[in-house]
């Protein structure tokens, strides 16, 4: 019974986390940089993104009917100047042809000056993500603009599991 309920939670979480996800990627479109609010509209720029990595899925494992646990590592450079490492795992639900993803990371600087952690949710239709990343840190240094930020994430991956992507801080 206890397995039951808790299985059953972790379908709400994943269902909330799937229609989330829809969200982001119908205000964030295809690349568009300007969004609509509900009660007046106004428009958001993104300007340049704030990191701008390259990576690889370095592990992938079936857990359930649909689902898979990814782990990816990746490199980049953070404010045109900061190279940084990012490290992570999510978990991914494919439902036809688009797969919604949840999972958590980790961005430190090459030269030990900071870490910040981040979680993440995001779609991906086979080639193309979209996503909304929440950051935090208690860095003092360069990845101090990380704490308690919102970003939004577009990025590609090939079929070999590499994988370039962009940030942006969504103000």
């Keep these: 019974m206890r397995n039951s309920i808790i299985n059953g939670y972790k379908e709400i979480i994943i269902s909330i986390s799937s229609g989330i996800a829809i969200a982001v990627l119908l205000i ?82 090459t030269d030990g000056s900071g870490t910040a952690n981040y979680t993440l949710i995001d779609v991906f239709n086979g080639r193309d993500f979209l996503g909304a990343p929440a950051y935090s840190t208690n860095s003092t240094g360069g990845l101090s603009f990380l704490n308690n930020i919102l970003g939004i994430i577009k990025g590609e991956q090939e079929g070999s599991g590499n994988y370039a992507a962009e940030h942006w801080h969504w103000k």
């Design 28 to 109: 964030i479109g295809t690349g568009a940089t300007s969004i609509l609010s509900s009660a007046h509209a106004q428009s958001v720029t993104l300007g340049e993104p704030f990191l701008v990595e390259k990576g690889k899925i370095t592990s992938q494992k079936e857990i359930g009917p649909n689902r898979t646990e990814f782990t990816f590592t990746g490199n980049g450079t953070m404010n045109g100047n900061i190279e940084v490492t990012s490290t992570g795992k999510l978990v991914s639900v494919s439902k036809g042809n688009v797969s919604f993803d949840q999972g958590s990371g980790v961005i430190k600087t």
